[in-house]
């Protein structure tokens, strides 16, 4: 699960996959901005057939976090 959301995340930011690690924060250390958040977002929801409630996108600030979130809503 780790290595698929690392990899749709460097594809959505632009960053190479290995600098994207569980403790890194999507704003602060990988640079998103809150539009990249937000197609991040879709993107998720459609490749795990899911939905992130809208009052749980500003508790995924890290790699770990949005990982957790999906896996518990498998």
Do not use: H
């Amino acid at each position: 699960m780790f290595k698929k959301i690392a990899e749709m995340i460097a594809g959505q930011l632009n960053v190479p996959v290995d600098q994207v690690k569980s403790e890194s924060r999507l704003m602060e250390d990988l640079k998103a901005d809150s539009a990249n958040v937000m197609v991040m977002i879709m993107d998720l929801e459609d490749t795990f057939s899911m939905t992130v409630e809208d009052e749980d996108i500003g508790k995924l600030k890290t790699v770990d976090d949005v990982v957790k979130y999906i896996e518990s809503r498998q």
